[in-house]
């Protein structure tokens, strides 16, 4: 077998030259494609339908809170594992929304920087080096890096089309003991799907069969449109209760992408390791923002029915243009991204090329789907769009896409 090649000696080396040899772990993966498609549509004047983003404010309760904490001089750091006012702020409006989960602030809740910082938080606390994370795909493009950059080794399961549902077989046949955690995105980006409680129980039995967790992405609980059964919290299933790590954050529900506070709900053991790790990732989450945080836990039912309404109504309008101009979906049942068939659009089927040209013809920029599977040819007749977006917005882009059909 050929021997790696080796970093030359500082003797072999040019004067003033430095060694340019990346970590193996850096190298099994791109920058993300969602956050270039913004870049190009920034350059390209377009429409980002892309990156999931509001362009609509947050709810004048969350700035007034934060800018109250910034005028009163709240700018030290918090403690580490977020603000005793806002870990109590998130029990309590989990209790509320979900009665029988109760949550202990004090041992159980992780605040970060994101949820993004939370997912590898947890992978770094929880999975060791050698194990196996099963992820369903399409995928959101951040959980293979995790994996990854965290020892382990992703294991990929498909959710087959059209309604995206789990195929039990092909789910118990990826199961085995060097399986340490799977991961469940409910309400589900890219496809919109909603996990059924049928799915989850499913899960639950593998996990306690081989002893594995579930790690399950939440941020869009609030967005879902009366898909059947709704949106259920792993962490409310039984079998799943003390080996479920809930990651959430203020981003999509509070429209505060930008704020990056996020935290997790695990049982304390795991809690203890996961704060550990999210200590010294980033120390902790912007002190006036979880102030701002404290707030959004405080805003009623009402306002969490208005937004799915809003939602809905943004759905059905973008939904409406995607159809004519001659994409072809299933209606997602929450989140707010529209997974769409190219074929009819683009029939040689190269997804980078035809987002790339859609952005510099029409004006609008999505995601091409290679960028959510494992194999990207997978994804080639796909493409994501996504809708956080004002109405007069997405006026304008039904009008831009109106020229494809």
Known sequence: MPSEPSEPSAAARPAGTVPRRISTKAGTFTESVIREMTRLCLAHGGINLAQGFPDFPCPAELKEAAKAAIDADDNQYAITWGAAAFRHAIAGKVARTYPGWTIDPETEICVTCGSTEAMIAVMLALVDPG??????????????????????????VSLRGPD??????????????????????????????????????????????????????????????????????????????????????????????????????????????????????????????????????????????????????????????????????????????????????????????????????????????????ADPSDGRHILRFAFPKRLDTLRAAADRLAVLG
């Not at 789990?166 to 409910?186: G, K, W």
């Not at 109504?313 to 299933?330: T, V």
């Open 131 to 156: 194990e196996e994370v099963i992820m369903f795909e399409p995928f959101y493009e951040n959980y293979g890096p995790d994996a990854i950059l965290s020892g382990a080794r992703p294991r990929f």
């Open 164 to 373: 995206w549902s789990i195929d039990e077989a092909e789910l118990r046949a990826a199961f085995s003991d060097r399986v340490r955690a799977v991961v469940v995105n409910t309400p589900h980006n890219p496809t919109g799907k909603v996990f059924t409680r049928v799915e989850l129980e499913l899960i639950a039995e593998l996990c306690q069969r081989h002893d594995a967790l579930v790690i399950t992405d939440e941020i869009y609980e609030h967005i879902q449109f009366g898909g059947p059964g709704g949106h259920i919290p792993p962490a409310t299933v039984a079998g799943l209760e003390d080996r479920t790590v809930t990651v959430n954050a203020l981003s999509k529900t509070y429209a505060v992408t930008g704020w990056r506070v996020g935290w997790t709900i695990a049982p304390p053991v795991y809690t203890s390791a996961i704060r550990k790790v999210h200590d010294f990732l980033t120390v902790g989450a912007a002190a006036p923002l979880q102030a701002g945080g404290v707030a959004a836990m405080a805003l009623p039912q009402g306002y969490y029915d208005t937004t799915a309404a809003e939602y809905l109504e943004r759905r059905d309008l973008l939904c409406d243009a995607l159809a004519a101009a001659g994409f072809r979906f299933r209606l997602p049942d929450g989140a707010y991204y529209v997974m769409c068939d190219t074929r009819l659009l683009d029939p040689e089927g190269d997804d980078v090329a035809f987002a790339r040209r859609l952005l510099e013809t029409a004006g609008v920029a999505a995601v091409p789907g290679s960028s959510f599977f």
